[in-house]
């Protein structure tokens, strides 16, 4: 039988809250981080060539988007690159009666993405900041050329804009310059045309653009993320990738969280371009 990753473009805003959709036998839904969502796919598409009586539908959203899902009963699964927050735990609960479970299945190295063209090659987590604040507005304030810069971030349903405010901006507001894209690639493709910008967001799509080295401080080493430096936790934009279900993993469930933590699992993480757990 052939098999392949059904997409589907689903409406969670307009499902009911109160009468959670029940997924038909033999599918399963992931749904949740744009960040994860290749991931998600590939994970689908090698485990369905062992299962072909199993179809995955894998969507992206947002994590936001997919831990509300979650919290609704309209997926299964939720992939998220942010922790859920005590607020949606709470949901969850008052929904479902217990949860979330939280599973690690990967890690990523958040990427700082310039153009190609610009001559930087690393950046301080206080520069970071004052750039996404919008208390720097020229690449000169930061040894860079005479020119104003443009940022490009995520909008606020995404994990990866959510982790980067609390682990960059300590928490304060984007500038209102910073151009929300709906995806990461779209950030990767505005970066890629534009010499004067900057974004972020997984390393996994970080083609066509440079990845820049991280600086804890001023007196650091610049770091860049690559297996070693996410896995030791030396690059400061480290990050868990999380699958979160309703309660513990069973039946066909089970089967996907296990393959997905294997090795056969774990190496297309790296194939993908993020970095396995193990």
């Given at each position: ?5 059904t ?45 072909p ?6 969507t ?43 599973i ?12 190609d ?19 720097i507005?020229?690449?000169?304030e ?32 984007y ?87 294997s090795?056969e ?14």
């Amino acid at each position: 039988m052939q098999t392949k990753t059904t997409f589907l473009a689903l409406a969670t805003a307009a499902m009911s809250l109160a009468a959670p959709a029940i997924a038909q036998a033999g599918t399963v839904s992931i749904k949740g981080s744009d960040t994860m969502v290749v991931l998600g796919q590939r994970w689908a598409e090698e485990y369905m060539k062992k299962h072909p009586e199993t179809t995955i539908q894998v969507t992206g959203g947002g994590s936001g988007t997919g831990i509300s899902a979650l919290i609704n009963g309209t997926t299964e699964i939720c992939e998220a690159s942010r922790s859920m927050k005590d607020a949606e735990k709470a949901q969850l609960k008052e929904k479902a009666g217990a949860g979330p479970e939280e599973i690690i299945v990967a890690k990523d190295g958040l990427s700082v993405y310039l153009n190609d063209s610009n001559p930087l090659g690393e950046l301080t987590m206080e520069q970071l900041k004052g750039i996404f604040t919008g208390k720097i507005t020229n690449w000169k304030e930061v040894g860079g050329a005479d020119a104003k810069i443009i940022p490009y971030s995520r909008e606020n349903s995404s994990g990866t804009y959510v982790f980067f405010k609390e682990h960059v901006l300590n928490n304060a507001d984007y500038t209102p310059r910073a151009q929300a894209m709906p995806g990461t690639a779209a950030v990767v493709n505005a970066v890629s045309k534009e010499k004067n910008a900057i974004g972020y967001g997984g390393a996994a799509y970080a083609k066509g653009i440079k990845v820049i080295k991280v600086k804890k401080d001023a007196g650091s080493e610049g770091i860049a993320p690559s297996d070693v430096t996410v896995k030791n936790g030396t690059y400061p934009l480290s990050r868990p990738l999380f699958f979160y279900l309703r309660t513990k993993p069973a039946g066909e469930i089970k089967s996907i969280v296990d393959w997905v933590l294997s090795p056969e699992g774990q190496a297309v993480v790296l194939k993908v371009g993020y970095f396995p757990i193990k």
